[in-house]
């Protein structure tokens, strides 16, 4: 029975991860950092938490790692833990540098120390291309990252090529372009919309609060991605790989795909921080803009290339942006039955 380690198994990829992995007959061993109070509603929701081997670590701690990897002697460490919320990260630079930068070669130094064969994965992110210098992006366009949480993901992204270039480790990298399910963080922008959607459909009359709806995101489902990552590693040779629809949608598109799902049909009016969106059957106003969630740096456009991991993983994604958007909506709307 092969052996995986996941950071970050309580996010939403850790979740699917070890979904996945389960299903593929593995053991899973994932990585919980201390909080006042212990949760795991992602495992409960999936119903796995029973199956999962959990142990305290940290990021920041690097003894601890170290006694995490020597304890467990995995086959595959998949690097998901993270600041992952690109909004926070200019309140949390130093945090984000440390977390997703530094804390990368903490473990891949712990991997070479310990278990130099065990395969590493890197959660790399479509962040680091940021004010995109090519349209689609692909594993060779040039970085440009416009957040702290992107530039800390450039050197966590960096560094597990280094490790794998200088020490032969198979180490590999998967720059993801944004992936969303029923279970993505609530302040993210999908998310949100369709939290929100589903209160309002459900009889609430709170409209979404949201900020810059020109910007566009290539937007796919996240169990569809956590098998990408397990392909990489199941390669003869470690690489960095793009994971991506190659569909753009812009935020406002989202907001109408979620809200056609739960049977509204939206007037967009006006413009800048004046847009609204109204619902044509109800009368009732479903968007607002506020500049408090506008960015202090924007990625405008991300569209992603997914040949290379196409043609040598063989990795599709299966699920579109309008059945995507339906499936979170109805999740959450089915939620607050
Ligand atoms: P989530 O925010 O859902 O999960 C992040 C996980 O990291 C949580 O389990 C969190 O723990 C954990 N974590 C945060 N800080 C630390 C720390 N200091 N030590 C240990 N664990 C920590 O993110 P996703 O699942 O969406 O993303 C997974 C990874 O993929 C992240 O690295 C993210 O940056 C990257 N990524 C995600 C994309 C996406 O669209 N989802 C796109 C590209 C990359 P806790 O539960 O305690 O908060
Ligand atoms: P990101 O791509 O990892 O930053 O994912 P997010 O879902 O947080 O943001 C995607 C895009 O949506 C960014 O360009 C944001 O500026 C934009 N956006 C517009 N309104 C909002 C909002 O209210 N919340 C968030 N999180 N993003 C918003």
């Excluded at 924007?298 to 995507?324: F, H, Q, S, Y």
Aim: proline share 4%; with cysteine; glycine share 8%.
């Amino acid at each position: 029975m092969k052996k995986a380690f996941i950071t970050g198994i309580t996010g939403q990829d850790g979740a699917y991860l070890s979904k996945f992995l389960l299903e593929q007959g593995y053991e899973v061993h994932g990585g919980v950092r201390r909080i006042s109070q212990p949760d795991t509603p992602r495992l409960d929701r999936l119903g796995i938490t029973k199956d999962v081997h959990l142990h305290d670590f940290d990021l920041s701690e690097v003894n601890n790692i170290r006694r995490v990897i020597e304890k467990t002697q995995v086959d595959e460490f998949y690097n998901l833990a993270a600041q992952s919320f690109v909004g926070s990260s200019w309140e949390l630079p130093i945090y984000a540098a440390d977390a997703n930068g530094v804390g990368v070669v903490r473990i891949l130094d712990c991997l070479r120390m310990v278990a130099p064969e065990t395969r590493f994965y890197q959660a790399s992110t479509s962040e680091m291309f940021g004010l995109v210098q090519e349209v689609p992006q692909k594993e060779t366009t040039r970085l440009y990252p416009r957040s702290p949480y992107g530039v800390a993901k450039v050197y966590g992204h960096y560094i597990t090529m280094n490790y794998r270039e200088s020490f032969d480790m198979h180490a590999s990298s998967g720059i993801l372009f944004n992936h969303e399910s029923p279970l993505r963080g609530k302040e993210f922008v999908t998310r949100k919309i369709t939290l929100a959607l589903a209160a309002i459909a459900r009889g609430g009359n709170d409209p979404v609060v949201l900020g810059n709806l020109d910007a566009k995101r290539d937007w796919g489902f996240a169990g569809d991605y956590v098998r990408g990552m397990w392909m990489m590693l199941q390669q003869e040779k470690a690489d960095d790989y793009v994971l991506a629809t190659g569909v753009t949608t812009p935020i406002r598109d989202f907001v109408t795909f979620a809200g056609e799902s739960l049977g509204m049909d939206l007037a967009w009016d006006g413009e800048g921080v004046n847009e609204t969106a109204v619902d044509r059957k109800t009368g009732k106003k479903i968007v607002e803009i506020s500049e408090e969630f506008f960015r202090p740096a924007e990625v405008d456009l991300l569209i992603g290339d997914p040949t290379k991991a196409r043609d040598e993983l063989k990795w599709e994604p299966k699920v579109t942006i309008r059945e995507l958007a339906e499936m979170m909506a109805k999740s959450d709307y089915d939620d607050l039955a």
